[in-house]
């Protein structure tokens, strides 16, 4: 039998003429052979962020490399390095979490990536396609995913009973397919005897009109209502599609009937998608419709905090405050800058600095262009609703000056570095309790009030210009 260090270096040789020369260097030279035996190939990664990234980028050409090599289907472990205070003399080794590539296997993985003429019914073929990484433990809670997080908690405990369907709306990169894979691997880990299935619209579609074209539609209509709780993500790809549209609201109606859970996201509101049924909108109004919006400052720094601990990374707090300040839209954007950073330091050798930081964002996202500075906030809330400056400084308990008030800390506080003491003085000479309260007033109105949000999401918008 071959070594593993023999095995390895003809790996590395078929895997540098599939890659470019940047993420050989990056992603696979790092890595060293540990053993092989019994079928078990074992590598050495050198974080838990580095295994993560092959897992998700590299795995499968990992596993075909190693069968071109081996000529045998054989098991990836990796042996991961952790801090040296860690159990274990400082790794961790975990299995390839991908399926050994085998085309005699049969789940509904390979149902949801190929439609076949039937659809698996037996427990033992049941693949719930969920993402076992995203669960509720690292879907970090802020104020604006608060109480979408806690109505998704209570729908994993109790599917079927209350908010059904829970409609999920946002634009991209909020956590909106973060939250379906919670709900669904919550609902696995408490009742692993349910069938849930989470699909994208657009495979629904694929399937739909593969299984038009075999002339079996009822096959899928029927596969669908056997369903116990059923994820389907990104619901406007189906805009303009009638037919699949209408198989999709009998599925809906049998499943509602049965009390079976339905979770459903889109990137707007139901009214505000065209091209869907009036009846289907209908039916999407019976349960719940919340919204996710972008994470606060708070909550990317959050967010950065836990990523670069749980890759073990080298990056100081000064750092992780430059990127949650200046990328704002997406937790994508936030993660892959992580990743960017990880890249640059491993391919040139240097550490993580403000330097290359502010390198690697600007090339990343739109920089903003103006400060937001408490001052503008002040001038845009007062000239949106039309109150003088000085009625906002005031002791005034009208009701559209309190407003007016409320807002202006709220927003000093979301896009201001000042504390709640500073931004009290500011606004009337006011305590941070006062500062404290309106920001959760003003909270409590953004999660309830449609109306108010997008009042809100108009003067959002005039402070960034």
Request: one cysteine or more; charged letters at 25%; proline letters at 3%.
């Amino acid at each position: 039998m071959k070594s593993a260090g023999i095995i390895w270096n003809q790996c590395l040789e078929i895997i540098r003429d599939n890659v470019s020369d940047t993420i050989f260097s990056t992603w696979f030279k790092p890595i060293l052979p540990v053993k092989y035996e019994e079928n078990d190939f074992t590598i050495q990664v050198p974080s838990q962020f580095f295994y993560e990234y092959l897992e998700e980028k590299y795995v499968d050409l990992l596993h075909e490399t190693l069968f071109r090599v081996t000529e045998k289907r054989v098991t990836l472990n990796y042996r991961i390095i952790v801090d040296n205070s860690s159990r274990n003399n400082g790794h961790t080794t975990v299995p390839s979490e991908r399926l050994i590539p085998n085309e005699t296997q049969k789940t509904a993985k390979n149902l949801n990536q190929a439609p076949t003429d039937t659809y698996p019914t037996l427990a033992q073929d049941w693949n719930p396609n969920l993402n076992n990484r995203l669960c509720f433990h690292n879907f970090f809670e802020g104020t604006s995913n608060k109480l979408a997080r806690s109505i998704a908690q209570t729908i994993a405990e109790n599917p079927g009973h209350n908010f059904n369907p829970f409609f999920i709306y946002g634009g991209s990169g909020v956590g909106k397919t973060h939250l379906c894979h919670a709900i669904g691997n919550k609902i696995m880990e408490l009742n692993p005897q349910k069938k849930v299935l989470y699909i994208s619209a657009h495979l629904f579609q694929v399937q739909f009109t593969d299984a038009t074209r075999k002339n079996n539609p009822n096959d899928f209509i029927h596969f669908y209502q056997g369903v116990d709780v059923l994820i389907l993500d990104d619901i406007h790809e189906l805009s303009g599609k009638t037919a699949t549209q209408n198989a999709y609201f009998h599925i809906f109606n049998e499943l509602k009937l049965l009390g079976r859970q339905i979770v459903l996201t889109a990137d707007r509101a139901p009214i505000e998608i065209k091209g869907l049924e009036d009846r289907l909108i209908g039916r999407l109004k019976w349960g719940l419709t919340l919204e996710l919006q972008k994470p606060d400052l708070e909550l990317r720094k959050k967010i950065l905090h836990n990523k670069v601990k749980q890759d073990g990374l080298d990056i100081s707090p000064e750092i992780i405050d430059y990127i949650a300040e200046n990328v704002t839209d997406h937790v994508r954007d936030l993660e892959g800058i992580i990743t960017s950073l990880v890249a640059h330091s491993l391919v040139y050798n240097r550490k993580v600095d403000m330097e290359l930081t502010k390198r690697v964002v600007s090339k990343t996202v739109k920089m903003e262009k103006k400060q937001i500075t408490l001052e503008k906030i002040q001038d845009i809330v007062s000239s949106y609703f039309k109150i003088d400056i000085d009625e906002i400084h005031s002791k005034s308990r009208k009701r559209e000056i309190v407003q007016a008030r409320q807002v202006t800390m709220f927003l000093s506080k979301k896009y201001t570095d000042h504390s709640y003491s500073h931004i009290g003085m500011l606004v009337g000479k006011r305590d941070h309790a006062t500062v404290l309260h309106a920001c959760k007033t003003i909270q409590d109105s953004l999660d309830i009030d449609k109306g108010f949000r997008s009042t809100m999401k108009d003067i959002e918008e005039l402070l960034r210009q």
